[in-house]
Every structure is written in structure tokens, then in C-alpha cells.
């Protein structure tokens, strides 16, 4: 669009479009071969590309072949911004995870954006019945949770799976409205009054035994919420990367 207008586009494909990775792993196959050719080793994704060296010496030289390669031969422009060399013993950022030398893990900031994203689809306010949310977080859990389970993050995941359900604990306190409602769940639970009245809407005692006792770890487990902390992550490196 340009002031409002459709434009015909004639050279390259829209930024951000769907079929901008598929057009990448075309087009820059004929780099990986030729990297491939000179005895590199590197991991690509679309155009985000890692090349694994020994020394910094070797990093340098292989920056400066992909250079040649990306931009002379291929006609393609390097974003000298985010081009740089870094050593594994200080963590090398690549697609939202720092890998060392002996470990991976989550960048904080994709950390944040995720607990972020599941605090605004599990509001108190939202007035939506707790099986909905659950409906709604699950695939956002399901796809962080494959993504990064490349990571060294069971106790993030651990951390954030007690978060969550803290939140949802909330939700359905929020939803209860009355003490009242609270005591006849844990009466059906089998506990015994007299229990404690507590307000519905207090983020502090959601965290209460009360809370607890009515919505436990194994009643998300039965009602399908993905559970973070049953995922399997961390894949340890061998080699050092530089």
C-alpha cells in the first residue's frame, strides 16, 4: 500500500509475508551449498543464518565469505546491524535462545513477552468461564513449549506453569463472586467447614490453601491444561562454538 493505494510489487516479496521463508530457503540454498563447498558448518533459518567456527580467526574469514557470497553473487543485502561475531562462552543469541557452550537457554525478553501475552488472556475481568481460558491458552503453551524445549528451561517452564495457574486460580475465585460459592466446591471436595471467608477478587488470595484445595495441580492436569512443567527440555552441547 502507498498513501492508501494498491502498488503491483516488482522485485522481492512483501516483508513479513507468508511466503517470505519458503522464497528463502529457495533462494539461499545455493549459499548453504557453497558454504558447505568450503567446509562450513551453519545452521540457517529463512535469513537468519549461525556459522559454527573454532577460532575467532576462522569466524572473521567465514563472515567474510558469506559476505562475498550473500551480496555479490546473490545480490542480497547484509543487515550489518545484526551481523556480528560472538563466542559461546558468553552465549550466542540466535532465534530467541542464547546457546553456550554447555547450555542453552530462553532469552529473558521472549520470557517476558510470552508471560506477557498469557497475562492479557487471563484477566480477572474477562468474565469468560475458566474452561475457555484453558481452551484459549492451550495452544499458545503448546507452541512456546515445543519451540524453546530446545532450551535448558525446565525451571522457567516450572515457574511458569505455577504462575499460570495461580492466574487461573483467580480467574475462577473472580467467577465464584461470593465466599459462599468457594465453600460448597470444597464441601463436594470433601473438606470439612468452618472455612475461612476470603475476598473473591484478591489476586493475594488466590495464592491461599483454600484456593488450593479447591482448583489443585492434578484438577488443571484432568481439565487438559498443558502443564509446562511435564515438557522435556535442554539438549547439552559437546563442542565449544565460537
Known sequence: MVDGH?????VGSPQGGVISPLIANIYLDAFDQEMKKRGHRIVRYADDILILCRSRAGAENALKQAKKILEVELKLEVNSRKTHIADSNEGVKFLGVEIGSRYTRIEPKKLAGFKSKLKQMTKRNGGKPLSEVIKAVNPILRGFS???????????????????????????????????????????????????????????NSLIPLANYALPNKWFDSSGLVNLGHVKTGYVFSAKLS
Open 146 to 204: 515445543q519451540y524453546f524445549r530446545i532450551a535448558n528451561a525446565n525451571r522457567e517452564f516450572e515457574k511458569i506453569a505455577s504462575w499460570l495457574r495461580r492466574r487461573l486460580r483467580s480467574v475462577q475465585l473472580k467467577l465464584w463472586k461470593t465466599p459462599q460459592r468457594l465453600h460448597r466446591r470444597l464441601k463436594q471436595m470433601g473438606y470439612k467447614p468452618p472455612f475461612k471467608s476470603i475476598k473473591m477478587n484478591s489476586w493475594r
Open 6 to 10: 494498491k502498488q503491483a510489487t516488482e
